[in-house]
């Protein structure tokens, strides 16, 4: 067994609620997890809106403080960024992916110069030459090109393939760890599963491990190695993806695995004994 790339111990998040007695509340409730301590794998962190998903990503992230806990990113204690460089260092290595892709790219800026921009800052990319090389190297992952995106401005293309060019800048400073906060939520149904084979191919092929944060049962169980089952900030159930989504125990993971219920996602008997599709 190998140290985890990132571990969090106790980790608590809370917010005042105002008022006069200055009453808080814990939007994240002493959450414990590790993610690829055997190899890079996709960890699932399903739960419905309020459940603390958002700030557990944005702790991860490093732009939202622990309340108190331990997050540790391979032997670096968040809370002890100090500098430019220890920040940039950390950044290149822990990427987000965002819910709507025309929010994380200015409407007025054209795609490949935030890749350039990106490639410079994060892939070391001292030239121009350098800096396209990287773009487009990054941008093949996941199936466009430089010349495809090159002066194109964000609503130029579709949401789809926007979410590509994200994950595309993602890769650029060969990332081991994004944290993609409902990845798909906002891409059209046809084109979800392309976008969450591919984390399974970032996974395989490139080793990244990814944190996918969702309220879809269906996605989690079809790309995820392990879940974690959120509820107020808590987690109620945590471990292997189809074991864990398969035979819920906790009464909450029942209740969400219910209200998706179709044979066609968790099938109701093992696919090979499910007789023929009639003809
Ligand atoms: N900056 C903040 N100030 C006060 N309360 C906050 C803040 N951020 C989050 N919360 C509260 O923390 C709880 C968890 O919110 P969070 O956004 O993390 O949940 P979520 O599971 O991501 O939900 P959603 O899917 O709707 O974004 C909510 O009750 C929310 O109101």
Redesign the pocket.
Known sequence: MTAALLELRNVVRS??KGGLFGRS?R??DDVSFEVGANGPEILAII???????????RMILGTVRATSGLIRFKDFDLARVRNRKQRMDFMRQVQPIFQNPFEAFNPLTRLDRYLLSTARHFADARTDEAAAAASDAALRKVGLSLAEVKGRFPHEMSGGQLQRVAIARALIGSPSLLVA??PVSMVDASLRTAIVDLFRKLRDELGVSIIY?T?DLATAYSISDRVVI?RR?VVVEAGEARATLDHPQHPYSIELKAAVLSPDVFPVVAPELASPDPL
């Open positions: 917010y005042s509340a939007a994240v739960g419905e809106s309020g459940s603390g998903k958002t700030t557990l990503a906060d409902e944060i309220h959120m900030g």
